[in-house]
């Protein structure tokens, strides 16, 4: 019985020992008790796995500018990443997943394995959800431009990826998160940021039709809206075509993966254990 146990002890110690860390980025107005589900899929499936759910910016928190937060997550997960010779995971959901762009573009040593997008606005945001109508009830989708791109709307999470594709041209000029991350800006760090982006060995989107809160929902794989709101998917953007921060490249190498999901709301994609079993489980090795 004693050699039984001493065995399964060192199956367990060795699986824990090939798992890399997995860090976990919340959404907006989230926080880590939120993710605890996700934490214990990971955990009942990879014993041993060093998960952290990193816990800043929780709540009304989540509305400061993405910059500032970059920061914050920045000085957290860097001593993880420092400790991981093998390198890390991110799963990164909702307005986290911008937020991980942010770490992972600005960041040259960072060792991002693989970064799990979950039904992030990577491309922005264009729609009318309760999220918008709680947070500016005097505005819709079609003015919330003259709000989000002036120098006071920047100082708000949602402005800072907010896409207008009316006012694609006030997008350009004034807004200081998305648009550099897209190198859409002129930005002296341009190549550096393109870079640290292509560090990532593997690049997984998950999303879906019925998420009700990501608008386009399609947004989540970088597809979006044009000027007359037809979604162009990910290798119609100029952004791709052009290549500008990576993503053609990350493509031609085969290391981006696409999820397409239905049935699943915006708030469910972290505890939903067939999201996790079809589309995140595999990567976290």
Not at 33 to 53: A, C, K, R, W, Y
Not at 178 to 199: I, V
Request: proline content about 4%.
């Amino acid at each position: 019985m004693f050699t039984r146990l001493l065995l399964a002890a060192a199956v367990l110690l060795r699986a824990a020992h090939c798992y890399k860390p997995v860090v976990v980025v919340h959404g907006l107005f989230d926080s880590p008790g939120d993710m605890l589900i996700l934490q214990n899929f990971i955990n009942e499936s990879h014993p041993g796995t060093n998960v952290t759910i990193i816990d800043l910016f929780d709540r009304t928190g989540s509305l400061k500018s993405l910059w500032s937060q970059v920061e914050g997550f920045k000085k957290a997960i860097y001593p993880i990443m420092q400790n991981a010779a093998d390198g890390v995971h991110m799963i990164c959901y909702s307005q986290g997943g911008l937020i991980c762009r942010g770490l992972i573009s600005t960041m040259p040593n960072h060792n991002v394995d693989t970064l799990v997008s979950l039904s992030a606005p990577l491309l922005g945001q264009y729609g009318d959800t309760d999220y918008l109508k709680w947070l500016f009830p005097k505005y819709v989708k079609t003015n919330l431009y003259h709000f989000c791109y002036t120098q006071i709307g920047q100082h708000v999470s949602i402005c800072n990826y907010w896409n207008d594709p009316h006012h694609h041209d006030l997008y350009l000029s004034s807004n200081n998160y998305l648009a550099f991350l897209n190198n859409e800006r002129d930005n002296p760090n341009a190549t550096d940021w393109k870079n640290n982006f292509l560090r990532l060995h593997q690049l997984v989107l998950i999303g879906g039709p019925d998420d009700g809160v990501i608008t386009p929902w399609q947004s989540s794989h970088f597809g979006f809206y044009n000027e007359n709101e037809t979604v162009l998917e990910m290798r119609k953007q100029l952004i791709y075509r052009k290549d500008t921060f990576g993503l053609k490249t990350m493509d031609a190498r085969k290391a981006i993966t696409t999820f397409t999901m239905t049935n699943v709301h915006h708030t469910e994609w972290h505890s939903n254990k067939t999201v996790f079993e079809k589309c995140i489980v595999q990567w976290l090795t």
